[in-house]
């Protein structure tokens, strides 16, 4: 009888692990897709606020920015008048600010409304990348940033090291970032620029593997209780995370690597 019991009892672990398993992959999988269903709309959004930006046309337009390139009014109201400051720092408040009322008031389904709102924002933030960089480059970048990114965040996913430790060096260099790229907006020093890119590309390197894993735990420990709503928003979070260190990964080897206009 107790061996039977045993038996019975591994069975139902066993069970019990297997659907922990598949719904990690479905987890993990959400996460992904939402990501990149948030840089599609970045993208999109950067290059659509671009193309509106910019003209051919002399004639009506408020300043030339290269050859036969003009900046329309919308150019000039989102790069060149006080705006702009708005426009650059919406993204920093939006997370700092909106997703946490998101997350306390609305279901999933609304979370991840306001991630893609969130996307959006962040498109007409850096859409000033198709006006410096060419577009060539840009998708060299974007290339690299992508392989970079995928290889981080498997082995973040597939390694049996614990990287939680990482997590306050890191947050403490994203800050010293966000110090030193406010300071370098008033001294407009090429080398901290330079530093400034390089250290940011190991900074949201080592981001990308620790997020992925805090997700994974985050499931796993969480998925024990079976509370589906606040598994249904930490995957938009998740995706959130990755996002930005995606995001911000391409912008600073975009700053080092990219060919300028």
């Known amino acids: 009888m107790a061996e039977f019991d045993t038996i019975r009892t591994g069975g139902v672990a066993g069970a019990r692990a297997a659907q922990i398993d598949a719904g990690l992959r479905a987890h993990m999988n959400k996460v992904y897709g939402t990501m990149s269903v948030g840089m599609f709309i970045t993208f999109l959004a950067a290059w659509a606020i671009a193309g509106l930006a910019v003209t051919s046309d002399p004639s009506g337009a408020t300043a030339q920015i290269g050859a036969n390139k003009y900046l329309t009014g919308l150019g000039e109201a989102l790069y060149l008048s006080p705006l702009k400051w708005v426009v650059m720092l919406a993204p920093l408040a939006f997370v700092f600010f909106g997703f946490g ?12 409304t306001v991630f893609y709102i969130f996307a959006a924002l962040m498109g007409v933030s850096i859409s000033s990348i198709f006006l ?31 990287i939680s430790g990482w997590g306050s060096f890191l947050i403490m260099g994203v800050i010293g970032l966000v110090v030193a790229s406010i300071v370098n907006i008033f001294i407009a020093s090429s080398a901290m620029s330079f530093a400034i890119s390089v250290i940011g590309v190991l900074v949201f390197a080592g981001l990308t593997a620790y997020d992925t894993q805090n997700i994974k735990n985050t499931y796993i420990q969480h998925a024990q209780h079976g509370d589906q709503d606040f598994l249904g928003k930490a995957a938009i979070m998740g995706a959130l995370s990755l996002y930005l260190d995606f995001i911000n990964m391409f912008m600073m080897l975009l700053q080092l690597f990219g060919n300028r206009e």
């Open 132 to 162: 410096v960089f060419t577009g060539e480059s840009i998708i060299q970048v974007f290339l690299i940033t992508a392989i970079s990114f995928a290889g981080l965040s498997l082995w973040g996913y597939t390694t049996k090291k614990d």
């Open 101 to 112: 009322a998101a997350m306390n008031r609305l279901p999933a389904a609304g979370v991840q």
